[in-house]
T-cell receptor, first 117, second 113 residues
């Protein structure tokens, strides 16, 4: 496989369930991200991991819990979600700019369409 | 507060004509800009980027223009093709601060055959 792969593609869960989203990248990148895309809103950055260390957490509620066991894998653990958390969750990866250079582009997976009922 | 804005949610263009997608930003610290294209049921794919040291970057049919004084960038597609029909997102970042990208809400482009 190549690129950034996300599983599952679709997920329906109840508010009391616990589920996990998985992301895997085969691009040799050292930075991985979780983004949330809600209808008519910009992509919202949720978490950033650089070299497996979390460097950004943009005020995301604790019901979303990321995990990055290595530079190729990223998880988003979900528990006690709310209906307003229904959205497309996108994983991305990129090279982390070690010097003050251009950030370069992020490569995205196809996303997980999450519906909370 | 939205730092990157795409004020046109949709745009329709005839095949062969020019498509112009616009993007405005508010943060004067942004100095690196990207355009992404997204088809339904797929993740965004990178299209073209521009650094603030340039005012134009061209790649085949795609050209991005940057007007720093107006905090405005635009993507020109010439000639437009039906396969260009997609949602286009602009994104901005600050070089040297890592890799946090700020995205706009997207513009849905329809190229009419």
């Amino acid at each position: 496989e190549t690129g950034v792969t996300q599983t599952p593609r679709h997920l329906v869960m109840g508010m009391t369930n616990k589920k996990s989203l998985k992301c895997e990248q085969h691009l040799g990148h050292n930075a991985m991200y979780w983004y949330k895309q809600s209808a008519k809103k910009p992509l919202e950055l949720m978490f950033v991991y650089n070299f497996k260390e979390q460097t950004e957490n943009n005020s995301v509620p604790s019901r979303f819990s990321p995990e990055c066991p290595n530079s190729s894998h990223l998880f988003l653990h979900l528990h006690t979600l709310q209906p307003e958390d229904s959205a497309l969750y996108l994983c991305a990866s990129s090279h982390y700019p070690l010097l003050a250079g251009d950030p370069g582009e992020a490569f995205f997976g196809q996303g997980t369409r999450l519906t909370v009922v | 507060d939205q730092q990157v804005k795409q004020n046109s949610p949709s745009l329709s263009v005839q095949e062969g004509r020019i498509s112009i997608l616009n993007c405005d930003y508010t943060n004067s610290m942004f100095d690196y800009f990207l355009w992404y294209k997204k088809y339904p049921a797929e993740g965004p794919t990178f299209l073209i980027s521009i650094s603030s040291i340039k005012d134009k970057n061209e790649d085949g049919r795609f050209t991005v223009f940057l007007n720093k004084s107006a905090k405005h960038l635009s993507l020109h597609i010439v000639p437009s093709q039906p396969g260009d029909s997609a949602v286009y997102f602009c994104a901005a970042s600050v070089r040297g601060t890592g890799n946090q990208f700020y995205f706009g809400t997207g513009t849905s482009l329809t190229v009419i055959p």
